[in-house]
């Protein structure tokens, strides 16, 4: 089986390698063709056009900014469904919300493809171990058809119900983990008179009941921060975070909830981004923020 693969980021590269590693045959394509390099020297196949890659490979991967890209790489005039893809299967892991997923499912199902939603839980860490959460919406059938392959991807594939459902669950993820990167901040400031070793402080609040399983993979980038050591983004940066926050809000919107918590996280995000920080990793945000916090 070949294994397309569109958007070459962070994680979408990190999905080629791991599918590589596995001794799966990849081939990839991106809007910005200098993010395929690497991969191509780590022996993954470069398509020119995102319709040379639906024609070429039997199972495509998207994993996309936004909606406006997803809708743009699916629908453009050279995008995926403008090859051939009668019999294809489309898996979308973008962070968006269930009605771009239900949208482009409809349009994959005009011209004779197959259509999934499984985005995932977890980073770059969790990807090279195959021990991602995957999140799968739609029909019982295609989502069998795709498990062997997600299971090289995840510990566990949860089929959560139709397309646009694991979009649902993968917000109900990420605004528990983006709300907590700042609960975090918050304790750090309480605490950080007390000038404890960064590695034991880490260790304790990983031994806390309000510790979550994000800590298990995170907590080292917080160590190095707290000791002052902070390089560049590894994993998602704030501006990510703000717009998947973004996204969070607007179908809370849409469904009639309140969520007055995530609004003030993306304030807070906001002002981060603001104050030069944007680029900063999420799970260094909270060290970040208790050193700016009451000086």
Not at 53 to 80: F, K, M, P, R, S
Request: charged share 20%.
């Amino acid at each position: 089986m070949k294994i397309g693969i569109a958007g070459t980021g962070t994680m979408g590269s990190a999905i080629a390698r791991r599918l590589m590693q596995v001794g799966r045959s990849v081939t990839v394509w991106n809007r910005s063709a200098e993010k395929t390099v690497p991969l191509a020297g780590e022996g993954a196949q470069v398509a020119k056009t995102a319709a040379a890659l639906a024609g070429d490979c039997d199972l495509v991967i998207t994993i996309l900014t936004n909606a406006a890209a997803i809708e743009a790489v699916y629908l453009g005039a050279e995008g995926l469904l403008a090859g051939n893809v009668k019999g294809k299967l489309f898996i979308d892991m973008s962070t968006v919300r269930p009605a771009t997923e239900q949208n482009i499912a409809a349009a994959v199902r005009e011209r004779g493809g197959a259509f999934i939603d499984c985005p995932v839980g977890g980073s770059v860490g969790p990807t090279s171990k195959g021990t991602l959460l995957g999140f799968a919406g739609g029909e019982a059938a295609d989502i069998a058809r795709a498990r062997p392959l997600l299971e090289q991807l995840c510990r566990r594939v949860d089929h959560v119900g139709p397309v646009g459902a694991g979009a649902t669950m993968k917000l109900v993820a990420n605004v528990q983990t983006q709300i907590y990167w700042q609960a975090l901040g918050e304790a750090l400031s309480l605490c950080k008179h007390l000038n404890l070793p960064p590695q034991q402080l880490m260790d304790i609040i990983g031994e806390m009941s309000g510790a979550p399983r994000v800590l298990e993979h995170r907590a080292h980038d917080m160590v190095e921060a707290l000791a002052g050591s902070v390089g560049p983004s590894r994993n998602f940066t704030i501006d990510n975070v703000r717009k998947d926050l973004r996204t969070i809000l607007e179908e809370g919107r849409a469904l009639g909830r309140a969520m007055p918590v995530t609004e003030r996280a993306l304030e807070i995000y906001d002002q981060a981004s603001r104050d030069g920080h944007g680029s900063t990793d999420c799970g260094v945000h909270p060290v970040t923020w208790s050193q700016r916090n009451g000086k």
